[in-house]
C-alpha cells in the first residue's frame, strides 16, 4: 500500500489482507526534506516572458526581466505548478514532483487561439487585385497571405506578413481570382 500528501513524507507498507473486516492505519510523518525549484517562461519563440505569475501549492511569484523564477525551501512532495497572467497565452499546468534539494522546471507557453483578421480593405488595377490591407490582431505573430488561381482549388502562399505590418502589396502577372 502507498500514500503520499504535499508536505508527508511518502508511505509504503506491505500488508497482509484476510478474508474478513481489514483495517490498516496510515499515520503520515512530516517532511523535513525541503527543495529549491527555479525554471524560465519562455514564449513560442523560446523568448524569456518577464512579469508571468508563477504559483506552486500556497506560493506565490512573478518572473523577472529574463523568465526566471525561484521558489526557495519547499517542502518535498508532490505539488500543482501553473503560470498565467500572460496576455496571448494559454495558462500552463502541470504536477511536479519536488523530490530533490534542487530542481528545475522550465516552461514554454502555447499561443491562445486568436480571432481572424477583419476590415479588409482591397485595391486592384483593372481586374487585378495588387493590394491588400486588414485591422490589425492583438498578439499575432505572422499573417500569411495566399494566392488562388482560376486554374482549380489549389493555393500558393504569396507573402508571410510580421506586425506592426498589416498590409500586403503585390504585383499580379496572372489570371488570379482571389487574394486571401
Request: aromatic content about 8%.
Amino acid at each position: 500500500i502507498n500514500a503520499r500528501a504535499p508536505g508527508f513524507e511518502p508511505y509504503e507498507a506491505t500488508i497482509r489482507v484476510v478474508l474478513g473486516s481489514n483495517i490498516h492505519h496510515i499515520y503520515l510523518t512530516p517532511s523535513t526534506q525541503t527543495t529549491n525549484l527555479r525554471g524560465t517562461v519562455t514564449d513560442w519563440a523560446d523568448s524569456p516572458v518577464a512579469g508571468a505569475k508563477v504559483e506552486i501549492g500556497t506560493e506565490t511569484t512573478y518572473t523577472d526581466g529574463i523568465g526566471h523564477f525561484e521558489f526557495l525551501s519547499l517542502v518535498q512532495g508532490v505539488y500543482d505548478l501553473s503560470v498565467s497572467e500572460v496576455a496571448c497565452y494559454d495558462d500552463y499546468n502541470a504536477e511536479v514532483e519536488l523530490n530533490a534539494a534542487e530542481m528545475t522546471h522550465d516552461v514554454r507557453l502555447s499561443l491562445s487561439a486568436l480571432p481572424a483578421p477583419s476590415g479588409f480593405t482591397a485595391s486592384a488595377d483593372g481586374f487585378l487585385l495588387n493590394s491588400l490591407s486588414w485591422d490589425p490582431v492583438d498578439c499575432a505573430v505572422r499573417y500569411n497571405v495566399y494566392l488562388s488561381t482560376n486554374g482549380g482549388a489549389s493555393s500558393m502562399l504569396l507573402g508571410q506578413v510580421s506586425p506592426p505590418e498589416s498590409s500586403c502589396q503585390h504585383s499580379l502577372d496572372s489570371n488570379c481570382s482571389d487574394l486571401w
